[in-house]
């Protein structure tokens, strides 16, 4: 009789747990733009699996300005690709405003990328159609969806004049510097009112004070418009361009910088990320610095943890 109310006893509380687990993966994220779950992107390459992205989680909300960082393969361009549905993730969730990435199809699939991102790349000449002057580059997407021609010409009119490249409006790409070539990038990425626009690496071919033009005009574009901006880069200096850095390491969120202004003198705090699976990683600063190798020793006290190296030899 112990044994049959202990064995319901516990099945209650693995029910509870459960639907507890299950409250709290639901609510995770619930009110974001963006929300990334414990996403997977795994590629097969000559019969070989890599592991782009390795349960990433992220949560970007509305109207935020946020530089995602990372090295070479650490899985930041593969992010995008997702976000930008340009690619698909393997598992896990992926939501932006209310398109599950994950399952979206064809028409859905289109109309997400003609209507709730704008998408610009590092490559200047992806951007723009080298034909057309700067204001019917930003008018194209707006033909695309059936705006009317007056409606059209006054926001592309509106957007070089936020943008700070009104004097841009006729002419074409190939009269244009790299810094404009974006800024009319950027113009064309907001032409459709989009919730997020997604920049990949968008300074990487100009030099620090056409990069620092285009910074501003995403700023203006995010204060002005309220639309959130996500831009990737490999350029860990442009922390000090937006008020939130992720850094991502090996196919995971690692760290985040917050910035209450704008400048590399403006206030800071550094935080590791700590995953829905639990995980953190340590910076390779610290685990040098230690000498951390294998596994190490994790104490509780009040109001934090500690991280030693383990330094004794295992028993036999």
């Given at each position: 009789m112990t044994d049959a109310k202990t064995t319901a006893a516990d099945l209650a509380s693995l029910e509870l747990e459960a639907e507890a687990a299950a409250k709290a993966r639901?609510?995770?994220g619930a009110d974001a733009l963006i929300l990334c779950d414990r996403l997977v992107?795994?590629?097969?390459?000559?019969?070989v699996e890599v592991q782009a992205l390795q349960g990433l989680d992220l949560v970007i909300q509305p109207g935020e300005l946020t530089a995602i960082v990372g090295a070479s393969?650490?899985?930041?361009?593969?992010l995008l690709n997702i976000l930008s549905g340009l690619d698909r993730p393997t598992a896990g969730r992926a939501r932006v405003v209310d398109h599950d990435l994950l399952t979206m199809k064809g028409r859905e699939r289109l109309r997400y990328r003609r209507e709730t991102v704008g998408f610009i790349w590092q490559q200047t000449g992806r951007n723009l159609l080298p034909y057309l002057d700067a204001q019917e580059n930003i008018e194209t997407p707006l033909r695309l969806a059936g705006v009317a021609r007056g409606a059209r010409r006054k926001r592309s009119h509106d957007l070089l004049e936020l943008l700070g490249i009104g004097y841009c409006a006729d002419r074409r790409p190939g009269q244009l510097s790299g810094g404009e070539q974006q800024r009319v990038a950027i113009g064309v990425a907001l032409a459709n009112r989009p919730k997020v626009v997604l920049a990949d690496e968008p300074t990487g071919e100009l030099d620090t004070a056409s990069a620092d033009t285009v910074f501003q005009a995403l700023r203006t574009a995010n204060e002005e418009l309220g639309v959130a901006v996500l831009v990737v880069t490999h350029d860990e200096n442009v922390?000090?361009?937006?008020?939130?850095?992720?850094?991502?390491r090996d196919g995971?969120?690692?760290?985040e910088v917050l910035r209450s202004g704008f400048g590399e003198r403006s206030?800071?705090?550094?935080?590791a990320l700590l995953d829905r699976a639990g995980r953190?990683?340590?910076p390779a600063e610290y685990v040098a610095a230690l000498d951390l190798r294998d596994r190490v020793r994790?104490?509780?006290?009040?109001?934090?943890i500690t991280v030693r190296a383990d330094r004794e030899e295992p028993t036999t």
């Open positions: 639901a609510d995770y992107r795994v590629f097969a390459a000559d019969g393969g650490s899985g930041k361009s593969t922390s000090g361009q937006v008020p939130r850095t992720v850094q991502i995971r969120t690692s760290s206030p800071a705090q550094e935080f953190i990683q340590l994790l104490g509780l006290e009040p109001e934090q």
